[in-house]
């Protein structure tokens, strides 16, 4: 088979001589196909490039995105730290609180018993300046606080129970007035032969205001015997205190008196030589001295 062959003519505008140039026709399609490779390969190239030059652009940004978070975990590690002394001091503060709050010992370590529940660990501020991992510290502040929580509602129950008890305990003289018979062993004033005074007998004018003792309900505003015109008042928590001669009542059964509310007045009624308020105080209905209940004065 004869080769064939393709004349290049070259015609140059300066001479009039014509230049041919033959090629095979084989060589023409080698190149033909080296140049449409080129072509794809610069296409490829071109591709690479752009999706280089995109990536680039994400590093420098990942890459400040990286910085600022480093700063903030910074930020964050030392606002932990501080949060974590801070901690200490208002746990300082509950210890104090604490012992004002419970008077005695063995309320004390009741409060502690309950507010430690087995999960109580110290976490010394030392051991949060030290810990490396940030978490770790957020975890440790977590907890010291969830127990605080914890701590203050305790104080917050033997607070509330306190006041309650305060409010309900016999704490005021009835009426101003000097006491002119103790509790306890005397001769009756009638016939001079001994008997037991189950109250103290505090002297004041006849009509003289007699006031709640405590917070209570009236349970009794009738007359009774030897005492007279009786009010018996429940303040809870096992008191009870029976106010006795009155010569009116100001309150009748099943009424809600606050401490210091005006509940009678004082009279000579029932057995009784002088006006005088009779006045007990009962713990479980069992007469107690109602001076260890009387403010001095
Ligand atoms: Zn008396």
Redesign the pocket.
């Known amino acids: 088979m004869a080769k064939s062959f393709y004349t290049l003519i070259v015609v140059p505008h300066a001479s009039p001589r014509l230049r041919k140039l033959k090629l095979p026709a084989r060589v023409l399609h080698v190149l033909a196909g080296v140049g449409v490779l080129c072509f794809f390969v610069a296409v490829a190239l071109g591709f690479s490039y752009i999706k280089m030059a995109f990536k680039a652009a994400d590093y420098d940004k990942l890459q400040a995105e990286n910085t600022d978070l480093k700063v903030q975990k910074r930020i964050l590690e030392v606002a932990t730290v501080k949060l974590g002394e801070k901690i200490s001091n208002i746990e300082n503060l509950f210890q104090q609180i604490q012992t004002l709050v419970e008077g005695d010992s063995q309320k004390r370590a009741k409060v502690n018993v309950r507010a430690v529940g087995g999960s109580k660990i110290d976490y010394p501020t030392a051991e949060l300046l030290g810990s490396a991992n940030l978490k770790d510290g957020i975890d440790l502040l977590r907890d010291r606080t969830a127990e605080m929580e914890n701590q203050l509602m305790l104080f917050q129950e033997v607070a509330e129970k306190k006041a309650t008890i305060r409010r309900s305990t016999p704490t005021i003289w009835p009426v101003k007035g000097s006491l002119t018979?103790q509790y306890g062993n005397r001769a009756d004033p009638f016939n001079g032969e001994g008997e037991i005074?189950l109250?103290v007998?505090i002297g004041a004018l006849f009509g003289t205001q007699v006031r709640a003792p405590a917070d209570g309900k009236i349970i009794y505003a009738q007359r009774k015997a030897a005492y007279g015109n009786l009010i018996i008042v429940d303040h809870g928590n096992g008191f009870t205190t029976r106010l006795g001669h009155l010569s009116q009542f100001a309150v009748k059964a099943g009424q809600r008196v606050r401490k210091n509310d005006v509940i009678g007045y004082v009279g000579t009624s029932g057995r009784s030589t002088a006006p005088h308020l009779?006045y007990e105080v009962r713990i479980n209905d069992r007469p107690v001295n109602p001076r260890n209940y009387l403010p001095r004065g």
């Open positions: 018979s005074h109250g007998d009779h």
